[in-house]
């Protein structure tokens, strides 16, 4: 699976980019050599944002800093869905 296709390439091989990022990916989009984009899955993309949503609340990067520091113990994500 290939993961870096040029304008060119990738405007020939749609189909297939979007399987192999289906797959994995992401895949790389370039132009003179240069990455200009990227292609990923839904599912990646979905797991981005809600990566980026959790890390944008303050209580959230208090509570990941206190940990680096050793002040809390961490827990598994499952078990503070049930709190």
Known sequence: ????????????????ILRDAEKGGPVAITRRNETIAFIVSRERMESI???????AQPEAMSAI???????????DS??????
């Open 49 to 55: 944002v809600e990566t980026l949503r959790f890390l």
């Open 78 to 83: 499952d078990a503070l869905r049930d709190r």
């Open 1 to 16: 699976m290939k993961s870096t296709y040029s304008v060119t390439e990738a405007q020939s091989r749609l189909p297939r």
């Open 65 to 75: 800093e206190a940990y680096e520091k050793g002040a809390i113990p961490m827990h």
